[in-house]
């Protein structure tokens, strides 16, 4: 006759009931844990806002919009509007002034300024590295070119890119007069060869770094640092002709259609107003038939490296899956800064490469640039570019994916900035952020883990975020921003939530919000040792005297 549980005595009920969470236990022990994830960082550079699918952009963006549509979208993601202090920041969890990167990487004396990662920090690869990770990066570096501070001296296994900030992606061609630009396989200098595109061969070396490092049963840290869309307008024909009619309606009218599309994927608030077209840009209807044909060119080729890139992402992921390891690989995506209005011209260059840049951008042989044209229709609905404070400068698409942990489909429009990457790369690693480094002091992380933001869950945020560069500099205090450009130097003040392109200045209304961000800028400022800037170029003046 069967017994049942209501029958058994108390002291069999606590014998049987000591025996199953045992017997859970040990089923427990036996079921096989989430290991450490792979983890892969992707940064394009100087791509603007809205240059992805997926944020509203008619470039053909696929496998980012994949990974965007199985995972997580942020709209208020910020980076340090240029490309050195994003990659500094990036990589150690620190302001770049923190970092010693706090302009670009000229070097001067002032600690903050160094031009290199100094010796209170520690990158994520380090860090990772003493975690249990192999460590792989890919593309540009630009955090100096001295060997002594190239990757594999920052806690990189393998490496192989672009040590400087701009190329030629069809091989090695300096553009600047005594330039000598390099590109690196680990410790040594590499010389592309015949049918070079790097934007492949980025991926070629990311692809086998990862296969050389299967079966030795550990996770792996890929930095995957992608030049595109970088000037110079350099991309291949295949992918051109893709978009050889996009661009004849010209950056007016696109702008406009991206802003719309924006607004209905919920990127955009319905309060949300377009900027004005840039006061540099002319009415796309007020150019020559000429200067059309010249910038819908452009235009295509910009769109077509972007195309690139994501056809890129595409067999990073393929890889993945093949290797079996893309249920255990959270990838994040994101740019250096804004859209580039820079241009090719003045002494900076040399007259080979000032010529090449008159030549049609379709043309490999050429050597242009997107400008303030391309990069104000790159960055809708924002004001200003690369190197400003404004959103048009800091903000970039942010894209998560890690399956089975990021639920899909979520947007989220909590202000975050790139010091946040190393948290969060060591808390989902389960890798402890040291206070010192082969026996140096290690300054304590800005960032804030973005783990429960990325699982769906609350997320307290920052009291305030700080940005500077140039002494144009901001302060994100929740839906309040305070931003100044120099050398005017006057502050502005916006409510986020409801104008986040900027356009309507509210500081003569709130003047004790502007006092008190403002002390908040100084304090922090005085923290991270940032200087003004009026006597940086004082003292880059004192020097090339001497």
């Not at 600690?111 to 249990?132: D, F, Q, S, W």
Request: proline content about 6%.
């Amino acid at each position: 006759m069967r017994t049942t549980y209501r029958a058994l005595s108390m002291i069999q009920k606590r014998i049987l009931n000591l025996s199953l969470i045992s017997l859970t236990g040990l089923l427990l022990s036996l079921t096989p844990q989430k290991s450490q994830p792979n983890i892969i960082v992707i940064l394009a550079d100087d791509m603007g806002y809205s240059d992805l699918g997926s944020f509203g952009s008619e470039i053909r963006t696929p496998h980012l919009d994949a990974l965007a549509e199985g995972g997580l979208k942020m709209t208020q993601f910020y980076n340090a509007s240029r490309c050195c202090p994003t990659r500094a920041s990036l990589l150690t969890g620190l302001y770049p002034h923190q970092a010693g990167v706090g302009h670009m990487v000229n070097e001067r004396e002032q600690p903050a300024y160094r031009g290199m990662l100094n010796e209170e920090c520690v990158t994520m690869a380090e860090a990772l590295k003493e975690g249990g990770y192999t460590t792989y990066m890919a593309g540009k570096w630009h955090l100096n070119a001295r060997l002594e501070h190239w990757p594999l001296k920052h806690g990189f296994d393998r490496y192989f890119g672009m040590l400087d900030g701009a190329n030629s992606y069809f091989g090695n061609r300096p553009y600047r007069p005594n330039q000598t630009l390099t590109y690196a396989l680990d410790n040594a200098p590499y010389t592309p060869g015949k049918g070079f595109y790097a934007t492949d061969a980025y991926t070629d070396y990311a692809l086998r770094f990862i296969e050389e490092g299967k079966g030795k049963g550990k996770p792996f840290f890929l930095y995957l640092a992608y030049t595109a869309p970088h000037w110079p307008l350099h991309a291949l024909p295949e992918d051109i002709a893709r978009y050889k009619e996009t661009y004849k309606k010209g950056w007016d009218n696109l702008r406009e259609e991206r802003f719309r599309r924006m607004q209905n994927m919920g990127i955009l608030s319905p309060e949300t107003q377009l900027s004005p077209r840039d006061g540099n840009v002319p009415a796309w209807e007020s150019l020559t038939a000429a200067e059309k044909r010249t910038w819908e060119t452009k235009m295509a080729v910009y769109a077509a490296m972007v195309d690139r890139m994501d056809q890129n992402i595409g067999r990073l992921r393929q890889k993945l899956k093949d290797m079996g390891e893309d249920q255990n690989t959270i990838i994040m995506f994101l740019s250096d800064n804004g859209g580039s209005y820079e241009a090719i011209d003045g002494p900076g260059f040399t007259p080979e490469i000032l010529a090449a840049s008159k030549k049609p951008a379709s043309d490999p042989t050429s050597f242009t640039a997107y400008q303030y044209e391309g990069a104000n229709l790159s960055n809708t609905p924002f004001r200003k570019f690369k190197r400003w404070e404004h959103e048009g400068g800091i903000s970039t698409p942010f894209i998560a994916n890690y399956p089975g942990v990021i639920p899909a489909g979520q947007v989220n429009h909590q202000p975050a900035h790139i010091i946040d990457l190393m948290a969060t790369t060591l808390d989902l690693a389960g890798v402890r952020y040291p206070d010192t480094y082969q026996g140096r002091n290690v300054k304590p992380l800005e960032g804030i883990s973005m783990v429960p933001l990325l699982k769906g869950q609350e997320w307290p945020g920052h009291a305030a975020i700080f940005f500077e560069h140039e002494g144009n500099r901001a302060v994100r205090q929740g839906d309040w921003k305070l931003v100044s450009v120099y050398p005017e130097d006057e502050w502005a003040l916006y409510d986020i939530s409801t104008d986040r392109t900027e356009l309507h200045d509210l500081s003569s209304q709130f003047p004790e919000k502007v006092q008190t961000m403002e002390q908040q800028y100084a304090a922090w400022a005085a923290r991270a040792g940032v200087l003004p800037f009026a006597q940086l170029e004082a003292y880059d003046k004192q020097r090339k005297r001497k």
